[in-house]
């Protein structure tokens, strides 16, 4: 047999919490590297917490059964956490007090030379996660959690005996490229069983992917209707499983659509930079439907518009997937941001290429009031995207250039990095647009409700990828 010295195990470990703070628990298993062979399992309920704590209490819960297994081996630690992989490889500072005192006891229990950390997607973390979740399902019943009762290696073994190995091929084989591509986008599915941190898979995923689009005019709180014919696009919503937090699993299959020229035509250029686009809370002005741009008073989140930033900073870290955050200058996105940063331990950088459009005349009014004041302007800028607002405004081909070129020097700035752009609804849906190849007017055929989340990956060589999903009513 292996002498303990020389011998090297995996612990997997995983941590969630049904409300973040809520009842919590968390899951960890040690498993033989060669053969996958589970040596030891341990869960526990540990009531009211956030997905961080439980996340970081079954860390040290795994690094403790593989020291009392063979005190002298080396670890090699895989989560799906990406904020608990970068702070305990040093990466990433800790800043949050509850974090602190856990990070300390996991980097007590190994020498730091005998631990390495991967970060790996939530479903490739499905031993842990169920272990985590029988844990909290059994302190729900007012009961401990029982190794003898629990089923998470047999259905982590059934799942790996499911999945079908991914295809292979050279680099420009379009099959294999859509493929990873694919795969480095996570992918939805139905709803279910919570994982263990409340939330759908799929919806965060490694590389994050997309939400939903869109509404009527930019920031515009307001939602224009045009006068087309064409259908409003259709997006998947977000149901929230019982005793989860929000957001939640997607309703329905959210497709991954490839923009540009698509995955096919050309070959995998690696780790994309990926934009986690957020809009910011509600304002005052935004259950009136105003106009509110750049060139407006610059309103503050409502304490509707807080509790959003609240909950997105919530789901977000339990997450871990955010690296960077960049916002747009004005106050409402700022402190939607602020809101983030505090959760997540990260700085804010300030983006002047992330602001609203400039509404000029329009702002603070109603689309019908525009509609009663400037009948004809208005009916040019919802015929051109060239025609900008009365009294001086920005045109959306304007904004267009504006946000293209935001795109580009963030793009290149944070190349195979996850970032959160926090900003309006103009910017965000241009870069949705762009990354599609939609024409300008389907700006007004979108919709992108306050605090909601969406997100385009902009690979190296030129191709972007979108999903969508749109559904903010769980964080009213």
């Known amino acids: 047999m292996t002498s303990s010295s020389s011998r090297e195990v995996i612990v997997e470990a995983d941590g969630g919490s049904r409300g973040n703070p809520g009842p919590a628990g968390y899951g960890a298993v040690v498993l033989d590297p060669v053969?996958?062979?589970?040596?030891?399992?341990?869960?526990?309920?540990?009531?009211?917490?956030?997905?961080?704590?439980?996340?970081?209490?079954?860390?040290?819960?795994?690094?403790?059964?593989?020291?009392a297994l063979f005190p002298d081996c080396t670890v090699h630690v895989r989560m799906d956490s990406k904020l608990v992989v970068e702070q305990m490889s040093g990466r990433w500072k800790i800043k949050h007090p509850d974090m602190k005192p856990l990070a300390a006891e996991a980097g007590r229990v190994f020498p730091a030379g005998r631990v390495r950390y991967e970060w790996i997607p939530r479903e490739r973390n499905k031993h842990a996660d169920r272990l985590a979740n029988e844990a909290m399902d059994a302190g729900k019943q007012g009961r401990r959690w029982e190794p003898s009762a629990s089923t998470a290696a047999l259905d982590a073994s059934a799942a790996r005996n499911a999945a079908a190995p991914p295809p292979s091929g050279p680099p420009g084989d379009a099959t294999a490229g859509a493929a990873r591509a694919r795969a480095a986008l996570g992918s939805a599915k139905a709803p279910g069983s919570p994982t263990a941190s409340g939330y759908d898979e799929g919806l965060f995923a490694a590389a994050f992917a997309t939400e939903e689009a869109l509404t009527a005019s930019g920031d515009?709180?307001?939602?224009?209707?045009?006068?087309?014919?064409?259908?409003?696009?259709?997006?998947?919503?977000?149901?929230?499983?019982?005793?989860?937090?929000?957001?939640?699993?997607s309703g329905a299959s959210a497709p991954v659509v490839s923009a540009s020229q698509g995955w096919s035509n050309g070959p995998d250029m690696g780790a994309p930079a990926t934009f986690v686009l957020l809009r910011h809370g509600e304002t005052a002005l935004t259950p009136e439907k105003r106009f509110s741009?750049?060139?407006?008073?610059?309103?503050?989140?409502?304490?509707?518009?807080?509790?959003?930033?609240?909950?997105?900073?919530?789901?977000?870290?339990?997450?871990?997937?955010?690296?960077?955050?960049?916002?747009?200058?004005?106050?409402?996105?700022?402190?939607?941001?602020?809101?983030?940063?505090?959760?997540?331990?990260?700085?804010?950088?300030?983006?002047?290429?992330l602001r609203e459009t400039d509404f000029g005349a329009w702002e603070g009014l109603t689309f019908g009031e525009v509609r009663e004041r400037h009948p004809e302007d208005l009916d040019a800028w919802l015929s051109s995207p060239k025609a900008a607002p009365t009294g001086g405004g920005e045109s959306f081909a304007t904004v267009a250039r504006r946000v293209a070129t935001t795109r580009d020097r963030l793009a290149a700035a944070y190349a195979g990095r996850t970032v959160l752009l926090v900003s309006h609804v103009t910017p965000i849906k241009t870069l949705v647009r762009l990354a599609l190849g939609a024409p300008p007017e389907s700006l007004f055929r979108m919709e992108l409700s306050a605090a909601s989340i969406s997100a385009v990956a902009y690979y190296a060589d030129g191709n972007a990828s979108v999903r969508l999903l749109n559904d903010t009513s769980h964080l009213r």
């Open 293 to 353: 741009g750049s060139g407006g008073s610059d309103p503050e989140l409502s304490a509707a518009g807080l509790r959003q930033a609240e909950a997105v900073a919530d789901a977000l870290a339990a997450r871990g997937t955010i690296q960077e955050i960049v916002s747009s200058p004005l106050t409402r996105c700022r402190q939607t941001a602020a809101a983030v940063a505090a959760r997540l331990g990260l700085d804010v950088r300030v983006e002047q290429g």
């Open 35 to 67: 053969t996958g062979e589970t040596l030891a399992e341990a869960a526990e309920y540990i009531g009211v917490a956030t997905n961080n704590v439980a996340e970081y209490k079954g860390l040290v819960a795994g690094l403790k059964a593989a020291r």
């Open 220 to 249: 515009f709180e307001a939602e224009a209707a045009h006068p087309a014919t064409a259908p409003t696009v259709a997006t998947a919503s977000v149901a929230t499983a019982p005793d989860a937090p929000a957001p939640g699993a």
